[in-house]
């Protein structure tokens, strides 16, 4: 098994900036990519942001130029810095981690979701 744990969410005024975190631990093989979703209320999960093991990155529209992912592959941590959030922003983040989980004697595949992190910016 692997588990994703994130933190970092929060309240934040419009303009102002956070910082999101998700530790991956477990039987992992290897995780070839990373990644941030959020699913605002009413809405469909979207992607925010991915990168790869090697540290190729991938933004959606919307956030490029204001968040920054980054990924610590030692650690198995990814991390989203996230600057001038704007209201619509607001919706809750998961973290995504795919590769490979270590079986006793094969590897399987790894397709592992955290529990998610809220994150509302208002005034």
């Known amino acids: 098994q692997v588990q994703l744990v994130e933190s970092g969410g929060g309240l934040v005024q419009p303009g102002g900036s956070l910082r999101l975190s998700c530790a991956a631990s477990g039987s992992i093989f290897s995780i070839n990519a990373m990644g941030w979703y959020r699913q605002a209320l009413g809405n469909q999960r979207e992607l925010v942001a991915t990168i790869t093991s090697g540290g190729s990155t991938n933004y959606a529209d919307s956030v490029k130029g204001r968040f920054t992912i980054s990924r610590d592959n030692e650690k198995n941590t990814v991390y989203l810095q996230m600057i001038s959030l704007k209201p619509e922003d607001t919706a809750v983040y998961y973290c995504?981690?795919?590769?490979?989980?270590?079986?006793?004697?094969?590897?399987?595949?790894?397709?592992?979701w955290g529990q998610g992190t809220q994150v509302t910016v208002s005034s």
């Open positions: 995504n981690a795919r590769g490979y989980m270590a079986g006793l004697s094969r590897l399987y595949d790894l397709d592992q």
